[in-house]
């Protein structure tokens, strides 16, 4: 997690996020992920212009677009991302190759659509990075391509060199500007072997854990999300999310998978909700006739809210889970918030 000046900043760039365009779909995917960065960082930052990638068995071109210059033709034109040919001229000589892979990305056509693309939290800013910069990236990507490999989808030698070469450029202007990374589906595997081989945690964290906290996050509508960033309970929110991602990725075994860390952020969150409960009423571990703490976790994570038809809920659980809910700073009155909507 990266701070400047107290406030936290995920850092959303065009080249490892590409996997969100690959298909209609991936929309989806890329709005939740938002709406996830949204709750857990101060500030969002997204990558201005339109990228552009053509991968063959042997060589690779791409560029960058600036916002101004795309035009509604690049916009249409996405799919499919393998197949046919692209050109390059070199002096005067033109080489035809086969794609293998094509890549194409581009934030402006969602934030268009969405109620906080002027929001003052979010900026959408153009970057480049410096002959020295760019040098260190690539001699980065060296270092680390073999460790990297096995966390890459199968392909050419051409895909496996554009994909570690993207995201050590990434990690570079990420850390440059002070910024947490968020990368798709694609580069998140490999940017935790990459993580791995520099001896540092993963670089966007939280969202592993946020995930299990708040299971249906990407249902949330965009207002309970705003809404829910205002609260003065979101910051203690936060922490806590951060901080049990952290305790479960060093509970877990070198090389554990994603499973094995939510599996450990879920049995850390039923010890803290049984925690909270029980601190709340005065019987340790029970709080009604008949009814312990355990089966209240159990109702919080299962249930996800209460009055639910054919579930009987004790009037005293009621009193205080409100109880909880008046803490406005407490985090568990953003947790107890999100599971409700």
Known sequence: MHETAGRTTSFFPLRTNVEYFALPEGYLSLEARLKEASLLYDQLILEAGMYMAFIGPKMSIDLWVPYEQMTADMLEDRFPVTGGQFLIKIDEHEIVSPTERR??????SMLRTLPMEEASWMSVLNFSLDPKAKDFARTLAESVLEGAESAMPEGSASLKWKLIGNLTQDLVLSSAIRSAVSMDPLHSPILERVAAALGGGAPSKGFVALKVMVPRIGGLSWDAVLEERDEPSVRAFREKVFALEELARQGVAEGATEEDIRREVKNLLIDELAQEVESRFTTP???????????????????GQFGVPGIS?????????????????????????????
């Open 313 to 341: 809920v004790p009037v005293k659980i009621l009193e205080g889970m409100a109880e909880l809910d008046k803490e406005r700073k407490s985090w568990i009155a953003s947790f107890l918030r999100l599971r409700r909507v």
């Open 285 to 303: 571990g029970r709080v009604a006739k008949g009814v312990t703490k355990e089966a209240i976790v159990e109702m919080i994570l299962f249930v």
């Open 103 to 108: 890549f194409i990305s581009e934030f402006h």
